[in-house]
């Protein structure tokens, strides 16, 4: 592997992030979103008919109140000024409870009070009880089932990806692509380390890290990120920020991943030779990272493939799935990604689609560019993952003009 570029420093148009939709909506979101979250199913669950004894539905009613103060109050105690860990997670988890209450409370309590009134089923009252459990029940099932999802070993997933400029010697190259690690309040040393014994047995030729490592500095999370330096590759460990590490001193990671053995690819690239062919394999910074204020740190594709051979492939790192768009109009032949957590716990999946031109897996953008997007390797904030499984993903990178290399 050989380095060709040097990172390019001056700011530019091509780092600006355009607020979008989801964006904008986001704005407004701390204001109304707690009292709706915790309100809705405080009011399906317990004054929707049931008539509850006196002290069930005040006792209920103090539950939720409870969680309408205490949540706000823990995230901004866990993720504020003083990032108290104990606190994060308790936010967070009333977060991701609330989220899946909320969601079951609309969707199973409207469809389940009309089928039972439809087939005559009960009074008023016994309709509203049945609906009550059968959401409670449900909301139990689906954070007990997204609590062991997150916290488990990712499943690998595997997939071979044609490239039509691939060269023959290329052929079979594997690249394996973890993401979105998000070491965190959670002491996940030893996942972590699980995480990259995996890795390990891929036998991956390239190894690709497209970001957000952890929520907090490197000082305080390199206990989990430490086991990354284990990670084997039999040409490069590569590596780009996502937008979690400028809100937390991303220079610190650039340097601790370069510490662990890791290449970090800000705004620029590095050959893979094999075979006699050639891969051009970039990388930029998030396209957040201009706005963080962070010197020479923004999305600079044309810094990235400067002094590359135009008709080489290119395997482009890029964070965030939407800087497609980018890669597309730069001829890049594949782009990964990660950022989308697929969603994490459904249906925050179609808010993501607002946001994002893909929400997981292989897609085509323009004539030559693919995207391969992860569901990520770990999980953000609420430690739950409901119908959004996490992933190592194993690429086995093929020509139109199959070689017999392994």
């Known amino acids: 592997m050989t380095d060709t570029s040097e990172t390019r420093s001056t700011d530019g148009a091509e780092g600006r992030a355009e607020p979008t939709v989801l964006h904008r909506v986001m704005r407004f979101l701390p204001l109304v979103a707690p009292v709706l979250l915790w309100a809705l199913p405080c009011w399906v669950l317990l004054h929707t008919g049931q008539?509850?004894?006196e002290p069930v539905a005040w006792g209920g009613t103090a539950l939720f109140a409870l969680g309408l103060v205490g949540m706000p109050l823990a995230m901004a105690r866990g993720h504020g000024r003083r990032q108290q860990d104990r606190a994060a997670v308790v936010g967070d988890s009333l977060l991701g409870?609330?989220?899946?209450?909320?969601?079951?409370?609309?969707?199973?309590?409207?469809?389940?009070?009309?089928?039972?009134?439809?087939?005559?089923?009960?009074?008023g009252q016994t309709r509203a009880?049945?609906?009550?459990?059968?959401?409670?029940?449900?909301?139990?099932?689906?954070?007990?089932?997204?609590?062991?999802?997150?916290r488990r070993l990712p499943r690998v997933r595997r997939l071979d990806v044609r490239l039509p400029r691939l060269g023959a010697g290329l052929d079979g190259t594997r690249v394996v692509?973890?993401?979105?690690?998000?070491?965190?309040?959670?002491?996940?040393?030893?996942?972590?380390?699980?995480?990259?014994?995996?890795?390990?047995?891929?036998?991956?030729?390239?190894?690709?890290?497209?970001?957000?490592?952890?929520?907090g500095t490197a000082e305080r999370r390199r206990a989990q990120a430490a086991p990354l330096?284990?990670?084997?590759a039999t040409r490069a460990r590569v590596y780009v920020t996502g937008n979690h590490e400028y809100y937390s001193e991303a220079q610190g990671w650039v340097d601790l991943m370069d510490e662990l053995g890791w290449e970090p690819?800000?705004?620029?690239?590095?050959?893979?030779?094999?075979?006699?062919?050639?891969l051009v394999v970039a990388g930029v910074d998030d396209v957040t990272a201009e706005s963080s204020g962070l010197a020479g740190h923004r999305a600079h594709l044309?810094?990235?493939?400067?002094?590359?051979?135009?008709?080489?492939?290119?395997?482009?790192?890029?964070?965030?799935?939407?800087?497609?768009?980018?890669?597309?109009?730069?001829?890049?032949?594949?782009?990964?990604s990660g950022h989308t957590h697929?969603?994490?716990?459904?249906?925050?999946?179609?808010?993501?689609?607002?946001?994002?031109?893909?929400?997981?897996?292989?897609?085509?953008?323009?004539?030559?560019?693919?995207?391969?997007?992860?569901?990520?390797?770990?999980?953000?904030?609420?430690?739950?993952?409901?119908?959004?499984?996490?992933?190592?993903?194993?690429?086995?990178?093929?020509?139109?003009?199959?070689?017999t290399s392994p």
């Open 51 to 53: 008539r509850w004894p």
């Open 97 to 123: 409870a609330v989220w899946v209450l909320f969601t079951w409370s609309v969707l199973l309590g409207a469809l389940l009070r009309l089928a039972l009134f439809a087939a005559g089923v009960g009074d």
């Open 129 to 150: 009880r049945i609906v009550t459990w059968a959401v409670l029940g449900v909301s139990a099932v689906l954070l007990a089932w997204g609590y062991a999802e997150a």
């Open 177 to 215: 692509l973890i993401t979105d690690t998000h070491y965190g309040p959670l002491d996940r040393a030893d996942w972590s380390a699980r995480v990259c014994e995996t890795v390990n047995t891929l036998e991956a030729d390239l190894v690709c890290h497209t970001g957000d490592i952890a929520d």
């Open 229 to 232: 330096g284990t990670v084997q």
């Open 265 to 278: 690819l800000r705004n620029r690239h590095v050959l893979l030779e094999r075979g006699g062919d050639t």
């Open 302 to 336: 044309a810094g990235a493939l400067e002094g590359a051979d135009p008709d080489l492939p290119v395997l482009l790192l890029a964070h965030q799935p939407k800087f497609v768009d980018r890669a597309a109009a730069g001829g890049v032949d594949l782009q990964l």
């Open 342 to 403: 697929g969603g994490q716990i459904w249906p925050f999946h179609h808010l993501v689609k607002l946001d994002q031109p893909a929400l997981a897996g292989l897609s085509r953008h323009g004539e030559r560019t693919l995207l391969y997007t992860s569901r990520g390797t770990g999980f953000w904030g609420p430690p739950f993952r409901v119908f959004a499984p996490s992933e190592i993903t194993l690429l086995v990178l093929r020509s139109p003009e199959r070689s």
